[in-house]
């Protein structure tokens, strides 16, 4: 069964940086789009970034140069830079295939709270 698991989440002040790593047990290097999503307490889960096989990136307005998203093909690695962090950034982020298509990891929480 393919597996994603999210790590380097933490909790910073406002205005700190994270990186977070996302490692597939599968191969992505045929998966045209890989995304970070996240979702905060109450709200449904969105899409903050995503990076195709050719290293295309696309973000949410809300995280527009503050986000960086990059993949490793060989390595099996999405990774996902947060600078600028903003107390409505906190939320549990995954890693998946856009659309989703594997099952979901545990996630990797991020708290920006003073």
């Known amino acids: 069964q393919v597996q994603l698991a999210e790590s380097g989440g933490g909790s910073v002040q406002p205005g700190g940086s994270l990186s977070l790593s996302c490692a597939a047990s599968v191969s992505i290097f045929r998966l045209d789009v890989m995304g970070w999503y996240r979702q905060a307490p109450g709200k449904q889960r969105e899409l903050v970034a995503e990076?195709?096989?050719?290293?295309?990136?696309n973000y949410r307005d809300s995280v527009k140069g503050r986000f960086s998203i990059s993949r490793d093909n060989a390595k099996n690695m999405v990774h996902l830079h947060l600078r600028s962090l903003k107390p409505e950034d906190t939320a549990v982020y995954y890693c998946n295939s856009l659309p989703a298509m594997f099952p979901w990891g545990q996630g990797t929480q991020v708290t920006v709270s003073s």
């Open positions: 990076v195709t096989s050719g290293g295309s990136t």
